[in-house]
RNA sequence: GGCACCAUGGCGGAGUGGCUACGCAGCGGAUUGCAAAUCCGUGUACCCGAGUUCGAAUCUCGGUGGUGCCUCCA
């Protein structure tokens, strides 16, 4: 079996992977605070998740891993949003949330297998706070919850802070240290705010930011998992605080690898509101083909910062056309080629190497040429069958490959000729066009022939003359 | 202040001791009525300094520069 290695950032270092139980492979995403678009830097992260998604199935079986990720629909953002605009909170959260999923679904990322909500699982938050209250890891204060840090010797193993460490750092308000017996101490559930509260043995409220993971991820999968994700960011205080709470109320690990992606930039600044600009996935599907920014995202490992630019998605759109170009000939030849099966790839299940996948669906060497010969070459019937049996089997691992990545999914004529403007010129007169065209080109009328392909030009599509008549394509 | 990460050609990005990937862009040529596509050829790099070694982009030490986290954040 392949085996599959990853970067744990709890060991810090890199590890064999090994599921629990290689029938149920379980991962767990933190996913968005539904209250507004998401953007690039939240594409990242779920693009990574998904590749691993896609890898863990490719291992263990497409029926045999579990992905959860979930929606927090429930956090101050929401309750501040949801009195601004006047709406209903789950109006908005489901506003979002669906935006979201479309959102990913044209960056070819797959539906996880279950997307559990903060709001439905408050019982077992609860549940979850009172094991910890009874065994003496978290204590009450002014109608909050707190954990109490000071309980849990291994309290920063993860982000590598100390507790004297952190307490140097400390950026925490004087209100909320009044409350806690030390800064440190994070809140597991607060009281209730604008009519937003559940009730609870500990006081009517709702959940403090940590909590909802910790069981979410118990419920749809279990006290400990395989492997838990999420931006670097997350490692502190977040993942900190999850395994905090997650292995002092089940007394075992919360998750077994942890995998952090990190930061996208743009450039010389953070990406961030005040700066304004936050680049949205939504708006970036305004000009460019999901596939493309995907192929973007994954051109820097995932443990590198990814510098986000124009010319990367220019560079991505190019490639993606050298590729549609060689499955479009490839599967005139090998047309029975499955998009599933066997990739021999093994650099990538090393630390999901996706730079040097890249590389390999760029250097596709062999394949290139013997899908360019059979294009552009006459030759015998005995050496082309011989040619298309090799290609084959290139062409075959060429695409499995791709898959693996979640690229090249379309059809490639489609891809080619793209979409075209609103007002520009409707496919049928594109058609007439080149008829005519091919008419006054017969009659050497060159000058005529220029100029069409000047109105083309104009619509930004480019035509190509082959041996068997003209075809187009927008640039 | 504490913790962590990074530094390769115009750009992206491999490469953990020797043979200097790969892609994009560029340049020259073939081909084309002109193009596109395709093919052939081609330049440019390893942040600085010292050390280890027969030999370092690759190991060690010291600089310099950059980034992230320590507060919501993918």
Known sequence: MTELTLYNS????????????PKRVTMYNCGPTV????????????VVAD????????????????????????DDKIIAAAKETGFPMYEITEKFAKIYQDDLAALNCLPPTSEPKATEHIGGMIALIETLLADGYAYESDGHVFF???????????????LDALKKGDRVGEGEVARKKQSAD?????PERDGVGWNAPFGRGRPGWHIECSAMAKSELGETI?????????KFPHHENEIAQSNCAHGKPMANYWVHNEFLNMGKDKMSKSLGNVVLIRDLLKDWDGEVI???????????ELIWSENLLKESKKNLDDWYRVKNDCMRFAPNVKSKGNAETIDFFDDLDTPNLIKFLSDTGALQSLRNRLVHEGMTMQVQLEMQDALVIGYGIWLRTANLLGLLQKDPEDWLRGKGKEGGLSDDAIDNLIKERAEV???KNWSRADEIRGIFAAENIILEDGKDGTTWRRG
């Open 148 to 162: 109490d840090v000071s309980k849990y010797d291994e309290y920063g193993q993860l982000s590598g802070n100390t």
């Open 294 to 304: 995907r192929l973007a995202l994954l051109k820097a490992h995932y443990r590198s």
């Open 441 to 443: 080109r017969a009659a």
């Open 51 to 74: 590749v691993l998604f896609r890898v863990l199935r490719h291992i263990y079986g497409k029926d045999c891993v579990k992905y959860a990720r979930n929606l927090t629909d429930v």
């Open 186 to 190: 994070f809140v597991l559930w607060k």
């Open 10 to 21: 709890l060991k810090r270092e890199k590890e064999v992977f090994k599921p629990m139980d």
């Open 35 to 46: 209250y507004s678009y998401a953007h690039i830097g939240n594409a990242r992260a779920a």
């Open 226 to 234: 395989d492997i838990h994700c999420g931006g670097v960011d997350l």
